[in-house]
């Protein structure tokens, strides 16, 4: 059963910067109208996408700082809570991405990070998880997001760190991963949420770091790109939820980089820009920041150095964090 | 349209605002637009009434996604006081048609939260599996119906070795088993050890590189506080290092590395095992059978 490796030889693919700028500034004049109004919901979490992207590339200016800062603060509720997109309801993770693109281009001071911070601390439930919003839906992605958010302004100290670090703990499995709930499946998306949560809250000493990289680093499959459970295919969005997590628990080195790199530059498309979930399928915002932030992660020249904890520019998160 | 209809004539719609920024415009279909800027005039009264369920549903089919309306829908359904099980039979269509959506699993929890009565739901989870019996969120669905109603033992253990039995492979299923055996705080008895082993060779020997059973076995034997060694037997089986061409799964190498490298003499072993993964049966991994090696050999020095 002796496995032969099929990977892209990185060395013959480039990064397609240019093409990747435009496609990521020329988002708007796409008409495909379907897929537009279906996003929606995702709005704000689009415009985040796409700048984090143009920043990696090295391209901050491509997005006038204006026009974004007075469409993030044109999604700002009354109750502190950022929509999607204007007109509709507060919701947490619409609110992490205001915080990260604000944080990003250095306008925090256009709001008042205290009004935002009060409504995000108190979305903790009486177990330490995070809800999503008023409704109550609970989620380890909502847990980390507070975090991830209140860390930015600032304002840890409004909520109950240690009942939150209970609560990742608690889903914490006996293989190494983290799962949605307490019991529930390990899935590299929340060991991602999980893994950065214990990150930011300094409590990454309550893991054993072996066990999960050792499951993390069974992710990689014979053509380089990572899964995001066992038996599932790879995708270059889970390339980085693993490869960040191991990059957080300082196993980076435990996967082979070159044939991740030869998958990420893989799923570029070449004529127009941007990065799809595996070669040759349709590009979309979502996989292009995270393919970049994954070669970012791997050290691939060209790019700025993202963090692994925030998925921001590490110059950013050093300037915020102050470390 | 909606402004053609007259039970729709006090509402003002409320047109979206979109802003200058390029990246954050969406262009819409007429329809959805219309629909939205009414929907969003009557949730800025706050307004529960069958007109108003039944733009929630008029937009959940264009965009399921949208979670504002579901949970819109959700204060409306009961407001009103509506059929919590046709309300229920409303939402199989629509999850069967969306497999991705998971708002309309938060929503399903809802109903059959404030239902009390989970009467028809394991029939219905049935039908989605049959269409990727992997989905995350049915899963997730899953297993709070089984804390939420206490259905431990109610045919769930039976139900996961139907799903094993069609694809062995399906690590959701042997997730879901380990969440039964462990998940309820029992006592993991000799008796259901041995159960457990038992059947995890059976399934080991349809596919010996299926990692899921192996990643199945080591929980259960953690869980227990029981040594690794208990399935070095079907380890060396699968992985016989003194007939190398032989071997016929890298998770039995994996394991066999890990039990050797606590017995000081069997430390050439477990280095042996570690060569042949990263050499042969799974190369990709090199850099970390490696790292695995330098500990051993920090332990022995
Ligand atoms: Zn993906």
Redesign the interface.
Known sequence: MATTSSRAPAATLALHVEKHVHYITTLDTAKDTLSYHLSEHLRINGVYWGLTALHLLGHPEALPRDETISFVTSCLQPCGGFSSAPGHDAHLLSTVSAVQILATIDALDTIDTTLVAKWVAGLQQEDGVFAGDEWGETDTRFLYGALNCLSLLGKMELIDVEKAVEYVLRCWNTDGGFGMAPGAESHSGQIFTCVGALTIAGRLGEIDGEMLGDWLAERQLANGGLNGRPEKLEDVCYSWWVLSSLAMIGRLGWIDKEGLVGFILGCQDEKKGGISDRPNDEVDVFHTVFGLAGLSLLGYEGLQEVDPVYCMPRSVTKRVLGN | MYQERPEWEDVIP?P??????????????DE??EAMSYL?ALMAKDEHSERALEITEHIIE??P????VW?YR?NIVFALGKDLRKEVEWLNEKALRHEKNYQIW?HRQLIIDKLDDSTGEADFIAKMFQKDA?N?HV??YR??LVKRFGLWEKGELEYVEYLLEQDV????AW??R??LV??NGQELTEEIVQRELGYVSDNIFLAP????PW?YI??IL??AKLPMSRIEKTCTYYAPLDNPEK????HALDILAEIYSTIPEQKDLAIQSLDLLSS?????????WN?RKTQIQKAAA
């Open positions: 409320l979206q605002d979109d802003g200058a920024l390029p990246l954050a415009q969406i262009a819409y279909t959805y637009a969003r264009m965009n996604a949208h979670y504002t949970l959700a938060h992997k995350y899963w997730s297993q709070w492979r399906n690590n959701s997730s879901h380990f969440f462990c998940g590189q299926n990692p899921s990643n080591r929980g953690q869980r071997i016929k799964s890298s042969t049966y799974d190369p990709i991994r090199t850099n970390y790292y």
